[in-house]
């Protein structure tokens, strides 16, 4: 597609229930990335892909977050036992990279969240 | 470790008024630096990017930055701002395949 797309753009869950977040990168882009928004924290980096290496998970909050990417294009970000404090707008970006710290210039074009509320 | 500040987390001008947006970065080896524009219910768009060269960096929408090792900033300057121009932005480093971000800081713009 001609951008990054997110799915769903809203999702109330009650807490203590599994959620799936979708990422759609925008197409031939190798590098995905996942970071959370949250009132007062700003953007937090969780993880990210870059096409068969091993992902980059130091930024997941906890063991109840996880996130896979398959086939090097679409990525789900799974959150289980939600939380209150896991309320947040979910936010997927990708670029174009070859890794090895070559792509610093690139830019990361970002979707337009996924809005989970835990309730 | 690499940070952001952001010095104010809102700002509030008059339409037609210039503006300036504070960035301040610690990092331990090369800054790439840039800024983001969140709008309303929107994802980041990218407004400018500072890699090397020049250290004053036009973006769109009319907006600039420039480049101040010594200072260790990236302030973000528009010289008369639009109602359109409200919304959240926001300075990043980028020292290797991930951004950085600052807090962010709201601008908005008065009639």
């Known amino acids: 597609g001609a951008g990054v797309s997110q799915s769903p753009s809203n999702k109330v869950t009650e807490k203590g229930k599994d959620v799936e977040l979708r990422c759609d990168p925008i197409?031939?882009?190798?590098?995905l990335y996942w970071y959370r928004q949250s009132l007062g924290q700003g953007l937090e980096f969780l993880i990210y892909?870059?096409?068969?290496?091993?992902?980059?998970k130091s930024g997941l909050p906890s063991d109840r977050f996880s996130a896979e990417r398959t086939g090097g294009s679409v990525s789900t970000l799974t959150i289980q036992r939600t939380q209150q404090e896991d309320s947040a707008v979910y936010l997927c970006?990708?670029?174009?990279?070859?890794?090895?710290?070559?792509?610093?210039?690139?830019?990361?074009?970002f979707g337009e969240g996924s809005w989970l509320t835990v309730v | 470790a690499q940070s952001v500040t952001q010095l104010d987390s809102q700002v509030p001008v008059f339409e037609e008024a210039p503006v300036e947006l504070r960035c301040n970065y610690s990092?331990?080896?090369?800054?790439?630096l840039f800024w983001y524009v969140q709008y309303p219910n929107q994802g980041l768009q990218l407004l400018l990017k500072?890699?090397?060269?020049?250290?004053l960096v036009k973006g769109i929408n009319g907006f600039e930055a420039e480049f101040n090792k010594s200072q260790t900033s990236f302030h973000l300057r528009k010289p008369s701002v639009h109602i359109s121009d409200t919304a959240e932005y926001f300075c990043?480093?980028?020292?290797?395949?991930?951004?950085?971000f600052g807090k962010g800081t709201k601008l908005t713009v008065n009639p």
């Open positions: 990043a480093v980028r020292p290797a395949e991930k951004l950085v």
């Open positions: 197409s031939g882009h190798t590098a």
């Open positions: 892909f870059q096409g068969n290496s091993a992902p980059d």
């Open positions: 500072y890699l090397s060269g020049s250290t």
């Open positions: 990092s331990s080896v090369s800054v790439y």
């Open positions: 970006a990708s670029s174009l990279a070859k890794g090895a710290g070559r792509d610093v210039g690139n830019t990361i074009y």
